[in-house]
T-cell receptor, first 112, second 109 residues
Framework: DAGVTQSPTHLIKTRGQQVTLRCSPK?????VSWYQQALGQGPQFIFQ???????QRGNFPDRFSGHQFPNYSSELNVNALLLGDSALYLC???????????FGPGTRLTVT | AQRVTQPEKLLSVFKGAPVELKCNYS??????LFWYVQYSRQRLQLLLR??SRESIKGFTADLNKGETSFHLKKPFAQEEDSAMYYC???????????FGKGTRLHILP
């Protein structure tokens, strides 16, 4: 089991563009959470998906949206990119009812 | 407000010396507390949870509800302990995790 995988590893976008990041959960996990980690900060919760629905959301604008597919994989979409969106985006998977979350390696997004 | 505070950005400790990484939290209720670690070029991983009361890689952490603290300790630091350490809390199962800003632990030879 490769654990949680994320793609791409790195991404460079221009202000105003849109980006899609992808995550495959650990085998057997059904819940996916997304976090944003700015430089020098701890990860900050964006939202969580379970049964293809957004279940919880952190303090992020509507420009951040997501999706979960029937195979439990997930996408994070960010519209109208701002310079401040530059960060490491982490995906974490878990099993419903369990508190342990397993993190992927992250996608490094740079907005220029 | 739900918050995790790690007062030290960087902690340098000599090999063989004791280590204590401080963590204080603010939460209305009874959260679950965690320590996550990120070694160089590796992904974020769970080090230990307060509820399991176990020692991992020689590290322990005691939850002090009166002082709302969850400090991470190790009696004798090893060079391989050098990493970024994040204290975190969760309200309950399936809840989001709230992280502190992290402390970089640097073990000096």
């Amino acid at each position: 089991d490769a654990g949680v995988t994320q793609s791409p590893t790195h991404l460079i976008k221009t202000r105003g563009q849109q980006v899609t990041l992808r995550c495959s959960p650990k085998s057997g996990h059904d819940t996916v959470s997304w976090y944003q980690q700015a430089l020098g900060q701890g990860p900050q919760f964006i939202f969580q998906y379970y049964e293809e629905e957004e279940r919880q959301r952190g303090n992020f604008p509507d420009r951040f949206s997501g999706h979960q597919f029937p195979n439990y994989s997930s996408e994070l979409n960010v519209n109208a990119l701002l310079l401040g969106d530059s960060a490491l985006y982490l995906c974490a998977s878990s099993l419903k009812g369990r508190v342990e979350q397993y993190f992927g390696p992250g996608t490094r997004l740079t907005v220029t | 407000a739900q918050r995790v505070t790690q007062p030290e950005k960087l902690l340098s400790v000599f090999k063989g010396a004791p280590v204590e990484l401080k963590c204080n939290y603010s939460y209305s209720g009874s959260p679950e507390l965690f320590w996550y670690v990120q070694y160089s070029r590796q992904r974020l991983q769970l080090l230990l949870r307060h509820i399991s009361r176990e020692s991992i890689k020689g590290f322990t952490a005691d939850l002090n509800k009166g002082e709302t603290s969850f400090h991470l300790k190790k009696p004798f630091a090893q060079e391989e302990d050098s990493a970024m350490y994040y204290c975190a809390l969760s309200g309950n199962r399936d809840d989001k995790i709230i992280f502190g800003k992290g402390t970089r632990l640097h073990i000096l030879p």
